[in-house]
């Protein structure tokens, strides 16, 4: 099965790459998701809008894609959908867009956000939700579900980022905004800037947590210490949208962000290995989210 690289452009378009491994270039483009001129088997239907998050589940077969409409639309890499996962909402109430989503150990939970103060936990198995989680007091921006279904990571507009048990709705763990030789200013600007853009956990290096921000800044937890103990910078000067480890190597790291640009990081020795520039097909916007399969 052929590496991929996930994107989405900002006018409303999933495409799949090919990510070749010895030169480091995306090709071979295929058009998944395209909501103003949808066809038949090939793409989404254009009722669930812009999609603002996606990911591939644990068999690397199916792809969860977040939607401005308030629905979880799960599909094929063919783009022949599966399912759609939506709570009713009333006819006064406009649905409230995913802007997060995670999978869960063996694709039986899946966690999402949307523009809200309160992760929600999905069970696949029931297609329903759950459990939400509570603690932030702004806008929940991304959520980050750990290996093994042990916590639910989430951060906010302001730079927090908070860690819940699964079997409890009260916050657990806070990390420091203020990291050492590095603080965030306490102004509205500097708190906006320090935004949470992106969370993953890198199950190559348990218990790492990798954080994208709305400043081009990328830092690496210790999920169980609560320690930072890497911060990467000066190479995105837009927000980083997503951030990802490996499966299969402890000591790589991607960064993408609304800059066009995908940044290839050796995180073992600090230091920048490859940069890939983006280019759309139909499209004209930036790097919205990517998807490692």
Request: aromatic share 4%; glycine share 8%.
């Amino acid at each position: 099965m052929p590496s991929h690289l996930i994107a989405t452009a900002t006018d409303d378009v999933v495409s799949t790459w090919e990510l070749t491994r010895e030169e480091a270039q995306l090709q071979h483009q295929q058009i998944i998701y395209e909501s103003r001129t949808p066809t038949v088997q090939s793409t989404m239907s254009s009722g669930y809008g812009t999609v603002n998050c996606l990911g591939w589940n644990h068999t690397q077969q199916v792809l969860a894609c977040g939607t401005d409409d308030g629905a979880v639309a799960l599909m094929l890499d063919s783009g022949k959908m599966l399912e759609v996962l939506q709570e009713p909402c009333e006819a006064r109430n406009p649905p409230t867009p995913i802007i997060s989503l995670a999978w869960g150990k063996r694709s039986r939970h899946l966690v999402t956000t949307g523009q809200g103060d309160c992760p929600s936990l999905w069970d696949l198995k029931k297609k329903e939700r759950i459990m939400s989680f509570q603690g932030h007091g702004a806008t929940i921006t991304s959520v980050a579900l750990a290996p093994e279904d042990a916590c639910v990571a989430s951060g906010d507009k302001n730079g927090e980022i908070l860690l819940h048990a699964l079997h409890s709705e009260n916050p657990g763990m806070s990390l420091p905004l203020d990291v050492k030789g590095d603080p965030v200013p306490r102004t509205p600007s500097g708190l906006m800037a320090a935004g949470v853009r992106s969370l993953h956990f890198w199950t190559a290096r348990q218990p790492l947590l990798l954080a994208g921000h709305r400043d081009g800044v990328a830092r690496v937890w210790d999920s169980t210490a609560g320690a930072c103990l890497m911060t990467f910078k000066g190479q995105h000067y837009m927000s980083i949208v997503a951030v990802a480890g490996s499966p299969a190597s402890d000591k790589l790291m991607v960064t993408a962000g609304q800059d066009r640009k995908a940044l290839l990081w050796d995180v073992t020795n600090r230091k920048l290995l490859k940069e890939v520039k983006v280019s759309f097909q139909g499209s004209k916007g930036g790097i919205k989210v990517v998807s490692d399969r």
